[in-house]
Nanobody, 119 residues
């Protein structure tokens, strides 16, 4: 079992920045990939960014060059995942959720954090 807790969401003006954090605890030794998804009202959930255990990253086209995903150093057994979001746009407004895939193929999700970008 892996538990994910996000933080860092909030209200920001267009052009501003936010940094989301996700703390993964539990059986973190089994984690392979981690990522951030978002879901805006009335829209389907979409992948924002992902990172493998080897550090390879991929991004949605809509956030390339503006968002950066990274993994932090583990403290004890806690693994950290970050999403640095710059040049935010109103269309980035959504609930952002942290997710991970743990061996052999279990997916875990955080509760989500709201990001609101005002124009």
């Amino acid at each position: 079992q892996v538990q994910l807790v996000e933080s860092g969401g909030g209200l920001v003006q267009a052009g501003g920045s936010l940094r989301l954090s996700c703390a993964a605890s539990g059986s973190t030794f089994s984690i392979n990939h981690m990522g951030w998804y978002r879901q805006a009202p009335g829209k389907q959930r979409e992948l924002v960014a992902a990172i493998t255990s080897a550090g390879s990253t991929n991004y949605a086209d809509s956030v390339k060059g503006r968002f950066t995903i990274s993994r932090g150093n583990a403290k004890n057994t806690t693994v950290y995942l970050y999403l640095q979001m710059n040049s935010l746009k109103p269309e980035d407004t959504a609930v952002y959720s942290c997710t991970c895939r743990a061996y052999p193929a279990y997916d875990y999700w955080g509760q989500g954090t709201q990001v609101t970008v005002s124009s």
